[in-house]
């Protein structure tokens, strides 16, 4: 169907709250990876999801991240205690099975006060 | 690990210049290789990639780029730029043993002025 999408397209927190960002991947597609983009650096892999195998989290960057994939559909990427330094755009992306093209979504820009 | 370098952070370019972006990889092994663009306000989107056979690849837009394995490199080049091909440029890497995770290198943002 439709491209990946993700939600909220923009999320303001104060320090200490947690939050919740969304990502809807393309239909079918089994992989879906979520990257995280801060100002003046490229994408920073952080977790990746394939099918019902055990996710890939060699990038979260601290015990705060937390994601999980739902029926390998809808994913949720949960940061707590937000600091300010989380503050930067959250990417997804997701792949179809045999195929070598990652698809991203929007994005969500996190902004942590 | 696998790290990706752009060595230019802002290009400024006029229409009908040729535009080559640099991309260097530190890793050892079998790698694929990808450009992503991020036009302004659009999502990423794949501009070209290469697996394997033929090192000059082409893609989108006219846009193509050379793997050159001796140098770890996988320039962008696009002979003559248009307005519209202002945006932000990213070299990706995937280590081909690995699951497709990519690295990425930290962007170049071209500005082609009309």
């Known amino acids: 169907g439709a491209g990946v999408s993700q939600s909220p397209s923009n999320k303001v927190t104060e320090k200490g709250k947690d939050v919740e960002l969304r990502c809807d991947p393309i239909?079918?597609?089994?992989?879906l990876y979520w990257y995280r983009q801060s100002l003046g650096q490229g994408l920073e892999f952080l977790i990746y999801?394939?099918?019902?195998?055990?996710?890939?989290k060699s990038g979260l960057p601290s015990d705060r991240f937390s994601a999980e994939r739902t029926g390998g559909s809808v994913s949720t990427l949960t940061i707590q205690r937000t600091q300010q330094e989380d503050s930067a755009v959250y990417l997804c992306?997701?792949?179809?099975?045999?195929?070598?093209?990652?698809?991203f979504g929007p994005g969500t820009r996190l902004t942590v006060l | 690990a696998q790290s990706v370098s752009q060595h230019n952070h802002h290009v400024i370019l006029s229409e009908a210049a040729s535009l080559e972006l640099g991309c260097n990889y530190s890793?050892?092994?079998?790698?694929?290789l990808f450009w992503y663009v991020q036009y302004p306000g659009q999502h990423l989107q794949l501009l070209l990639k290469?697996?394997?056979?033929?090192?000059l690849v082409k893609g989108i837009k006219g846009f193509e780029a050379e793997f050159i394995k001796s140098k770890f490199s996988f320039n962008l080049r696009k002979p003559s730029v248009q307005w519209s091909d202002t945006a932000e440029y990213f070299c990706?890497?995937?280590?081909?043993?690995?699951?497709?995770?990519?690295?990425f290198g930290a962007g170049t943002t071209v500005t082609v002025r009309a």
């Open positions: 999801f394939q099918g019902n195998s055990a996710p890939d």
């Open positions: 992306a997701s792949q179809g099975r045999g195929t070598d093209t990652q698809y």
């Open positions: 239909s079918g597609h089994t992989a």
């Open positions: 990706a890497v995937n280590a081909y043993s690995n699951d497709y995770k990519l690295s």
């Open positions: 290469y697996f394997s056979g033929d090192p």
């Open positions: 890793y050892g092994g079998t790698v694929n």
